[in-house]
């Protein structure tokens, strides 16, 4: 991003990093700085500080879930064992890094990966285990 001042133009970075243990957590961070490595460090000291824990049955959620995050829109469903990671490439960097195995999901409206991500993230705090009541 470039901000046109008096004494010229300043360039700024933005990272959007993803960070999971690959057995059910997984958070996001976004970090900007004048420099990449710093913008990604920021964003990675976020994302370990915003991880949630995904409840999961074998390698996929347990039930049907909506989001709605701004103009963007996201919905889950599970999957059969063997099915594989059927959604965008921002709620797939997301799913990887938890160790889900096998969702199915779909990205409306937006598709800014900001905007994804967030909804995402709302999304499986939605989630209840298996043995919880809805």
Known sequence: M?????GGKN???R???VVGDGSGRAGFGIGKAAEVPEAIRKATEKA???MVTIPMQ???????VQAKFGPTRVILKPASPGHGL???STMRAFFEAAGVRDITGKCLGSTNPVNVIQ???KAVVKLKSSGEPA
């Open 2 to 6: 470039t901000k046109v001042t008096k």
């Open 11 to 13: 360039l700024n970075f």
């Open 15 to 17: 990272a959007l990093v």
């Open 48 to 50: 370990k500080r915003s």
């Open 58 to 64: 074998e390698a996929t959620i347990p039930h049907l």
């Open 86 to 88: 059927v959604v965008g």
């Open 119 to 121: 909804a995402t993230l």
